[in-house]
Protein backbone atom coordinates (compact mmCIF):
# COMPACT_ATOMS: atom_id res chain seq x y z
CA UNK A 1 0.00 0.00 0.00
CA UNK A 2 3.09 2.51 0.58
CA UNK A 3 4.41 1.85 -2.89
CA UNK A 4 0.67 3.48 -3.89
CA UNK A 5 1.01 6.23 -1.63
CA UNK A 6 4.04 7.19 -2.61
CA UNK A 7 3.63 6.95 -6.67
CA UNK A 8 0.35 9.10 -6.06
CA UNK A 9 2.26 11.81 -3.88
CA UNK A 10 4.50 12.20 -6.44
CA UNK A 11 2.56 11.87 -9.27
CA UNK A 12 0.35 14.87 -8.19
CA UNK A 13 3.57 16.94 -7.13
CA UNK A 14 5.07 16.96 -10.57
CA UNK A 15 1.22 17.49 -12.13
CA UNK A 16 1.26 20.01 -10.27
CA UNK A 17 4.32 21.74 -10.94
CA UNK A 18 5.88 20.34 -13.64
CA UNK A 19 2.95 19.53 -16.04
CA UNK A 20 0.23 22.02 -15.73
CA UNK A 21 2.73 24.64 -15.58
CA UNK A 22 2.67 26.17 -11.84
CA UNK A 23 4.72 28.98 -11.75
CA UNK A 24 7.80 27.72 -8.90
CA UNK A 25 10.71 29.75 -7.70
CA UNK A 26 14.01 27.97 -6.97
CA UNK A 27 13.18 28.41 -3.21
CA UNK A 28 10.44 26.62 -3.01
CA UNK A 29 11.34 23.58 -5.21
CA UNK A 30 14.22 23.44 -3.03
CA UNK A 31 11.75 22.83 0.03
CA UNK A 32 9.37 20.74 -2.09
CA UNK A 33 12.04 18.15 -3.70
CA UNK A 34 14.49 17.57 -0.89
CA UNK A 35 11.98 16.16 1.54
CA UNK A 36 10.66 13.79 -1.19
CA UNK A 37 14.45 13.04 -1.87
CA UNK A 38 15.64 12.22 1.47
CA UNK A 39 12.71 10.61 2.34
CA UNK A 40 13.40 7.75 -1.08
CA UNK A 41 16.74 7.50 0.93
CA UNK A 42 15.06 7.35 4.65
CA UNK A 43 12.73 4.23 2.78
CA UNK A 44 15.15 2.50 1.32
CA UNK A 45 18.06 2.99 3.94
CA UNK A 46 15.35 1.91 6.66
CA UNK A 47 13.69 -0.77 5.19
CA UNK A 48 14.02 -4.57 6.20
CA UNK A 49 12.12 -6.36 3.26
CA UNK A 50 13.15 -5.77 -0.53
CA UNK A 51 10.64 -6.38 -3.66
CA UNK A 52 13.45 -8.81 -5.62
CA UNK A 53 14.17 -12.31 -4.74
CA UNK A 54 17.68 -10.92 -4.69
CA UNK A 55 17.08 -9.33 -1.74
CA UNK A 56 16.74 -12.72 0.31
CA UNK A 57 20.02 -13.97 -1.81
CA UNK A 58 22.05 -10.74 -0.45
CA UNK A 59 20.90 -11.06 3.15
CA UNK A 60 22.34 -14.73 3.68
CA UNK A 61 25.47 -13.25 1.65
CA UNK A 62 26.21 -10.89 4.17
CA UNK A 63 25.36 -13.05 6.94
CA UNK A 64 28.43 -15.31 5.25
CA UNK A 65 30.85 -13.09 4.76
CA UNK A 66 30.32 -11.56 8.51
CA UNK A 67 30.59 -14.87 9.84
CA UNK A 68 34.08 -15.43 7.77
CA UNK A 69 37.31 -15.21 9.24
CA UNK A 70 39.31 -14.65 6.65
CA UNK A 71 38.73 -12.66 3.04
CA UNK A 72 40.68 -15.15 1.82
CA UNK A 73 38.16 -17.90 2.66
CA UNK A 74 36.10 -15.89 0.29
CA UNK A 75 37.63 -16.68 -2.85
CA UNK A 76 35.29 -18.90 -4.02
CA UNK A 77 32.13 -16.37 -4.32
CA UNK A 78 31.13 -14.97 -7.67
CA UNK A 79 30.92 -11.65 -6.47
CA UNK A 80 32.95 -8.59 -6.83
CA UNK A 81 35.33 -7.62 -4.91
CA UNK A 82 34.12 -4.17 -3.79
CA UNK A 83 30.46 -5.62 -2.73
CA UNK A 84 31.97 -8.30 -0.80
CA UNK A 85 34.69 -5.83 0.97
CA UNK A 86 32.40 -3.63 1.56
CA UNK A 87 30.08 -6.40 3.46
CA UNK A 88 32.74 -7.01 5.48
CA UNK A 89 33.51 -3.72 6.30
CA UNK A 90 29.94 -3.50 7.69
CA UNK A 91 29.52 -6.67 9.49
CA UNK A 92 29.83 -5.29 12.70
CA UNK A 93 26.49 -3.25 12.21
CA UNK A 94 24.40 -5.60 11.00
CA UNK A 95 22.44 -5.67 7.97
CA UNK A 96 19.83 -3.26 8.32
CA UNK A 97 22.38 -0.52 9.29
CA UNK A 98 24.05 -1.90 6.25
CA UNK A 99 21.35 -1.58 3.84
CA UNK A 100 21.17 2.33 4.70
CA UNK A 101 25.16 2.69 3.83
CA UNK A 102 23.89 0.89 0.33
CA UNK A 103 21.07 3.85 0.27
CA UNK A 104 23.58 6.84 1.01
CA UNK A 105 25.55 5.35 -1.99
CA UNK A 106 22.82 4.36 -4.47
CA UNK A 107 20.20 6.66 -3.59
CA UNK A 108 21.78 10.09 -2.96
CA UNK A 109 24.23 10.31 -6.30
CA UNK A 110 20.71 9.65 -7.92
CA UNK A 111 18.74 12.64 -7.03
CA UNK A 112 21.33 15.30 -7.12
CA UNK A 113 21.63 14.57 -10.40
CA UNK A 114 18.02 15.07 -10.75
CA UNK A 115 18.15 18.05 -8.74
CA UNK A 116 21.25 19.48 -10.91
CA UNK A 117 20.13 18.23 -14.55
CA UNK A 118 16.78 18.60 -15.31
CA UNK A 119 14.27 21.24 -15.73
CA UNK A 120 11.13 19.36 -14.66
CA UNK A 121 12.93 18.05 -11.82
CA UNK A 122 9.82 16.53 -10.00
CA UNK A 123 8.76 14.39 -13.24
CA UNK A 124 12.23 13.21 -13.31
CA UNK A 125 12.28 12.17 -9.77
CA UNK A 126 8.87 10.33 -10.54
CA UNK A 127 10.43 8.59 -13.31
CA UNK A 128 13.33 7.63 -11.53
CA UNK A 129 10.77 6.22 -8.50
CA UNK A 130 8.73 3.78 -11.03
CA UNK A 131 11.98 2.49 -13.33
CA UNK A 132 14.56 2.88 -10.84
CA UNK A 133 13.68 3.17 -7.27
CA UNK A 134 11.80 0.23 -7.07
CA UNK A 135 13.26 -2.61 -9.32
CA UNK A 136 16.99 -1.33 -8.37
CA UNK A 137 17.00 0.54 -4.90
CA UNK A 138 14.93 -1.69 -2.97
CA UNK A 139 16.63 -4.88 -4.71
CA UNK A 140 18.62 -5.18 -6.37
CA UNK A 141 21.78 -4.38 -3.85
CA UNK A 142 25.15 -4.48 -6.33
CA UNK A 143 23.35 -3.18 -9.03
CA UNK A 144 21.96 -0.47 -6.97
CA UNK A 145 25.42 0.71 -5.33
CA UNK A 146 27.50 0.45 -8.53
CA UNK A 147 24.67 2.49 -10.61
CA UNK A 148 24.94 4.80 -7.75
CA UNK A 149 29.11 5.52 -8.63
CA UNK A 150 28.04 5.40 -11.95
CA UNK A 151 26.44 8.94 -11.68
CA UNK A 152 29.61 10.42 -10.04
CA UNK A 153 31.07 9.22 -13.37
CA UNK A 154 28.69 11.02 -15.93
CA UNK A 155 29.39 14.06 -13.84
CA UNK A 156 33.02 13.79 -14.76
CA UNK A 157 32.19 13.07 -18.31
CA UNK A 158 29.75 16.28 -18.64
CA UNK A 159 33.07 18.04 -17.71
CA UNK A 160 35.53 17.13 -19.97
CA UNK A 161 37.00 14.89 -17.21
CA UNK A 162 37.65 11.75 -19.14
CA UNK A 163 40.28 9.96 -16.83
CA UNK A 164 38.36 10.49 -13.81
CA UNK A 165 35.27 9.27 -15.47
CA UNK A 166 37.16 5.96 -16.74
CA UNK A 167 38.45 5.52 -13.30
CA UNK A 168 35.09 6.24 -11.60
CA UNK A 169 33.48 3.41 -14.03
CA UNK A 170 36.16 0.89 -13.09
CA UNK A 171 35.53 1.62 -9.56
CA UNK A 172 31.70 0.76 -10.31
CA UNK A 173 32.67 -2.30 -12.13
CA UNK A 174 34.04 -3.64 -8.50
CA UNK A 175 30.84 -3.40 -7.58
CA UNK A 176 29.07 -4.65 -10.38
CA UNK A 177 30.43 -5.49 -14.00
CA UNK A 178 27.78 -4.41 -16.27
CA UNK A 179 28.99 -0.69 -15.34
CA UNK A 180 31.71 -1.32 -18.00
CA UNK A 181 29.24 -1.05 -20.25
CA UNK A 182 28.75 2.70 -19.63
CA UNK A 183 32.59 2.97 -20.92
CA UNK A 184 30.25 3.20 -24.18
CA UNK A 185 29.34 7.24 -23.34
CA UNK A 186 32.97 7.96 -24.77
CA UNK A 187 31.77 6.84 -28.32
CA UNK A 188 30.35 9.90 -29.73
CA UNK A 189 26.87 10.76 -30.17
CA UNK A 190 25.59 8.87 -33.53
CA UNK A 191 27.44 6.14 -33.11
CA UNK A 192 26.85 5.91 -29.42
CA UNK A 193 22.95 5.85 -29.84
CA UNK A 194 23.16 3.10 -32.57
CA UNK A 195 25.66 0.88 -30.17
CA UNK A 196 22.95 1.44 -27.39
CA UNK A 197 20.20 0.16 -29.74
CA UNK A 198 22.17 -2.52 -30.88
CA UNK A 199 23.04 -3.84 -26.97
CA UNK A 200 19.77 -2.85 -25.69
CA UNK A 201 18.00 -5.03 -28.88
CA UNK A 202 20.10 -8.09 -27.80
CA UNK A 203 19.44 -8.21 -24.21
CA UNK A 204 22.54 -7.29 -22.89
CA UNK A 205 22.18 -7.32 -18.66
CA UNK A 206 22.56 -4.10 -17.56
CA UNK A 207 22.17 -1.98 -20.83
CA UNK A 208 18.49 -2.94 -21.33
CA UNK A 209 17.85 0.81 -22.80
CA UNK A 210 14.54 2.91 -22.90
CA UNK A 211 13.89 6.04 -24.44
CA UNK A 212 11.62 9.09 -22.78
CA UNK A 213 11.31 12.65 -22.62
CA UNK A 214 11.96 14.02 -19.54
CA UNK A 215 11.79 17.83 -18.71
CA UNK A 216 11.81 18.67 -22.47
CA UNK A 217 15.64 16.75 -22.73
CA UNK A 218 16.07 13.48 -24.69
CA UNK A 219 17.22 11.18 -22.04
CA UNK A 220 18.24 7.44 -22.42
CA UNK A 221 17.13 5.34 -19.31
CA UNK A 222 19.11 2.28 -18.43
CA UNK A 223 15.63 0.94 -16.74
CA UNK A 224 16.92 -0.07 -13.52
CA UNK A 225 20.59 0.91 -13.86
CA UNK A 226 21.14 4.39 -14.42
CA UNK A 227 20.49 7.59 -16.42
CA UNK A 228 22.51 8.37 -19.63
CA UNK A 229 22.44 11.47 -20.69
CA UNK A 230 21.78 11.61 -24.57
Not at 29 to 43: E, Q, T
Not at 57 to 80: D, W
Amino acid sequence: MIYYIIFAVLFFIALIFDIIPFRLSKTAGFYFYWPLAIFLLLFAGLRTTGLEDDFTVYRGLFETIASTESLNNLQGLRYEYGYVLLNRLCRDIGFNKFLFVLALVSVIPKVLYIYTRFNKKFIALFYYYCLVFLQSDMGLLRHSAAAGICFYALDYLSRGHKKKFIITILIASMFHATSLSMLIMLIPGNKRKILIDCVGRAGEPGALLTRAQVGGQDVHAAVGHVQIPG
